[in-house]
């Protein structure tokens, strides 16, 4: 603020009993230590939601999207992932879906050619200013998280991964996979993300894998997942016919996400106890975090064990 403009902050700041200061998030511009140099109680407020807009092909800007449509549009084959890519290191990131064909979607509907735009806050950072932004300051007095409207269902940063937060619990999501014979010539893949936390949004950093060896894959019905990519035992990309392992991609895993599994048609006998898997994907908190090759098999309670 100018000379000017502090001067009537500081007056106005006299006559208040508190004061909440956004100091992240979209319109997070307050400065801490000159908020603590009001000599006020005070609390650092942070705003986790992600806003979404459409966009017009000419340019435009339409109505604001629900966060709760991101999710849902990421896995909509009538949408098309432009480019998730970071545009401000303080605050977050940009993602852009364009609707090849008109979509509707949780409560967001897209003409074809128009594009949604959400941008999300960076969790990181959020976490990291959460541990520093009050430390060592004489007024401040805890600490406001500010959710976006609705339930906890939708949200990419729900009231749940707050309180893993808040008990010091490592806020990563978990993927968990599984995979099972169906007859003679079907395997079918799940997974499932147990934990309030989410992973960035990624077309290639998201997925799990399966191997099938001996058996080669013939196709792939994808179930809940976004897209496929075939294999051989050396982890070479090939055609489907050569292929022995078979990685299913999710460009969002979202909090508490359970994927509709995907169902494979192999030609030969899948392994004994068939099938071994492995996930891999980035945590909105940054980082990546996976597993090796473990056997699970399909059903709730199921419990994975390393393979030999």
Avoid at 65 to 87: G, I
Avoid at 116 to 138: C, E, K, N
Avoid at 253 to 265: D, G, T, Y
């Amino acid at each position: 603020a100018s000379e000017k403009e502090e001067k009537a902050i500081r007056a106005l700041a006299s006559r208040t009993d508190g004061i909440v200061a956004f100091v992240f998030g979209e319109d997070g511009e307050a400065d801490p230590v000159f908020v603590d140099s009001l000599s006020k109680p005070w609390w650092a407020a942070y705003e986790s939601a992600t806003r979404g807009s459409l966009k017009r092909p000419s340019g435009e800007t339409g109505p604001a999207l629900p966060e709760s449509a991101l999710d849902p549009l990421t896995d909509d084959p009538r949408t098309e992932l432009l480019h998730a890519l970071p545009w401000n290191e303080k605050q977050g990131s940009e993602l852009t879906l364009r609707a090849i064909r008109e979509a509707s979607v949780a409560g967001a509907t897209l003409a074809a050619g128009e594009s949604a735009t959400f941008s999300q806050p960076s969790i990181a950072d959020l976490l990291a200013r959460f541990r520093s932004d009050t430390s060592a300051r004489r007024f401040a007095q805890g600490r406001v998280v500010v959710f976006g409207p609705g339930t906890d269902r939708g949200r990419l940063f729900p009231v749940a991964a707050l309180a893993d937060v808040l008990a010091g619990n490592r806020a990563v999501p978990q993927l968990r996979g599984w995979a099972g014979e169906e007859g003679p010539r079907y395997v079918r893949v799940g997974a499932e993300n147990a934990t309030p936390h989410a992973s960035v949004a990624s077309r290639v950093e998201n997925w799990i894998e399966v191997e099938l060896s001996p058996a080669r894959v013939e196709d792939v019905e994808l179930g809940g997942f976004d897209r496929w990519e075939a294999y051989d035992e050396s982890g070479r990309l090939v055609s489907p016919g050569r292929a022995t392992r078979v990685r299913l991609y999710e460009t969002l895993v979202a909090p508490f996400e359970k994927f509709p599994p995907a169902r494979l048609r192999v030609r030969g006998k899948p392994p004994a106890g068939c099938c071994r898997v492995r996930t891999h994907l980035v945590p909105a908190t940054g980082g990546e975090v996976g597993t090796g090759w473990v056997t699970e098999t399909a059903g709730d309670g199921a419990i994975p064990t390393k393979s030999p």
